[in-house]
């Protein structure tokens, strides 16, 4: 890691911190998928399928597209660095501010990248434009439209779309039948997020049969273990749960109520998650503040390329946890 990631919780007492650094699904009830795994530990006794065969089938069954257009990968950062290592001799862009890691991957593989402020920045050369929609860390959504005409606009891009936080808008996104339509198509994808489940480490990337074989032929097998191929069958054709009008509807008013505190402001985004910043100090010494005197974490944003030291991320979570979150921000700014 370069610029290394905000969701620390592990440097914490997690027992009674309320976390609101990480985007992940909030409130979610796993305990049948506890459950489930529970019964199948057996299976590591045994190698998985090396391509992570039955979720791939069932994740195909599910969004209708073909086995042969899915490559499993260990989480969605999986997914980055792979695409990352594919296309290292291609020029890249990437939409920024945005989820460090993407930069990170290209500099690992000795790309050449660029930061971007909007789409109308893309220029004719041959490459790769990284776009993450539903965004990281400002929960803003580029639409449909707009997306269809940049792959019609630049059909010598690959697009690499990132879909992982799809689920917490309700906005149009792209479907992942556009492969077939769109030859430079690339979508990552997560069962991080929705289900909770960071831990297990499952996401995939989609694309046309051609591209997914060309990054398959150089792919390690065994990239999933069992347990989070089973979690996925579990899980796939299961409601995430998510209760999007509660989430979107918690993060009106927490946005509001950030607002009308001096020394803060918030930008709303099209999902449960979004940036702020203090006009006070740093959003590291806020964040240190909030843990040692109210167990409370957000995420420190300034590592995200176009975020200065000011801004921070909050993903909202239940009612009576979001009105402590708005307490302690009143008190940072009487201290």
């Known amino acids: 890691m370069i610029y290394g990631h905000g969701d620390d919780i592990y440097n914490y007492d997690r027992e009674n911190l309320i976390n609101f650094s990480t985007n992940i699904s909030p409130l979610i009830d796993n305990r049948d998928l506890y459950k489930y795994l529970c019964s199948k530990i057996d299976s590591i006794s045994s190698y998985p399928h090396p391509e992570a065969l039955p979720f791939k089938e069932a ?10 257009t899915i490559l499993c990968t260990n989480g969605a950062i999986d997914a980055i660095y792979t695409l990352a290592e594919h296309y290292r001799d291609s020029f890249s862009q990437i939409l920024s501010p945005t989820f460090s890691d993407y930069k990170d991957a290209c500099m690992a593989y000795g790309a050449i990248s660029y ?32 997306l269809l005409d940049l792959l019609t606009l630049f059909p010598n891009k690959i697009f690499i779309i990132d879909t992982s936080y799809s689920y917490f808008t309700k906005e149009r996104l792209l479907d ?34 051609r591209m997914i074989s060309k990054i398959s032929s150089k792919s390690m097998p065994w990239r999933v273990n069992s347990l989070a191929i089973n979690a996925g069958v579990f899980l796939i054709d299961r409601s995430s749960k998510i209760d999007l009008n509660y989430l979107l509807n918690q993060r009106e008013v927490v946005v509001s109520q950030i607002n009308a505190i001096n020394s803060f402001t918030a930008y709303n985004s099209s ?19 909030l843990v040692n005197n ?14 200065d030291s000011s801004y921070f991320r909050i993903a909202v979570r239940g009612e009576e946890e979001n009105n402590k979150l708005i307490y302690a921000l009143k008190c940072w700014t009487q201290e």
């Open 176 to 209: 992942y039948d556009l492969i077939y339509d769109y030859p430079n198509l690339i979508f990552i994808g997560s069962m991080t997020k929705n289900f909770s489940i960071p831990g297990l480490r499952l996401g995939y990337i989609i694309s046309n049969e």
């Open 59 to 68: 994740l195909a069954n599910y969004k209708r597209i073909g086995v042969d």
């Open 115 to 146: 930061s971007i402020n909007s789409v109308d920045q893309i220029d004719e050369r041959e490459g790769v434009v990284w776009i993450c929609n539903p965004n990281n860390p400002t929960g803003s959504v580029i639409s449909r439209d707009k």
């Open 294 to 307: 109210h167990s409370i974490l957000i995420r420190d944003a300034s590592n995200f390329e176009g975020l």
């Open 271 to 289: 999902t449960h998650f979004f940036i702020a910043k203090t006009n006070r100090d740093s959003a590291s010494k806020l964040k240190e503040y």
